[in-house]
């Protein structure tokens, strides 16, 4: 009923941008908090950034003062902005989204993900 789809990852020099973006689509009534999070290989996943309906936003130290998240509430989007990557930062990045959406007539809530995008660090 609601999916998230992500595009922009690719590869980058250490010390370059990239921006991340999210659209959700499906049968959504509101969107609750959309994030970010990466997991680089042979690690967890963990979260990169995350932003409230009402634009608060929440920055992993790791990349405080770098990244930066902002959403459009009336396109179901959201945006990671990442500037000074290193190659730390390496991961496949995925977007997250807690929803309230229809299903048969029936109002329900859920936390849904998108498949991810590699980002790549590297000279």
């Known amino acids: 009923q609601v999916q998230l789809v992500e595009s922009g990852g690719g590869l980058v020099q250490p010390g370059g941008s990239l921006r991340l973006s999210c659209v959700a689509s499906g049968s959504i009534s509101f969107i609750y908090t959309m994030g970010w999070y990466r997991q680089a290989a042979g690690r967890q996943r963990e979260a990169v950034a995350s932003?409230?309906?009402?634009?608060?936003?929440n920055i992993a130290d790791s990349v405080k003062g770098r990244f930066t998240i902002s959403r459009d509430n009336a396109k179901n989007t959201v945006d990671l902005q990442m500037n000074g990557l290193k190659v730390e930062d390496a991961a496949v990045y995925y977007c997250?989204?807690?929803?309230?959406?229809?299903?048969?007539?029936?109002?329900?809530?859920?936390?849904?993900w998108g498949q991810g995008t590699q980002v790549t660090v590297s000279s």
């Open positions: 932003i409230t309906s009402s634009g608060r936003t």
């Open positions: 997250n989204a807690d929803v309230h959406y229809w299903s048969n007539g029936v109002a329900r809530r859920g936390d849904y």
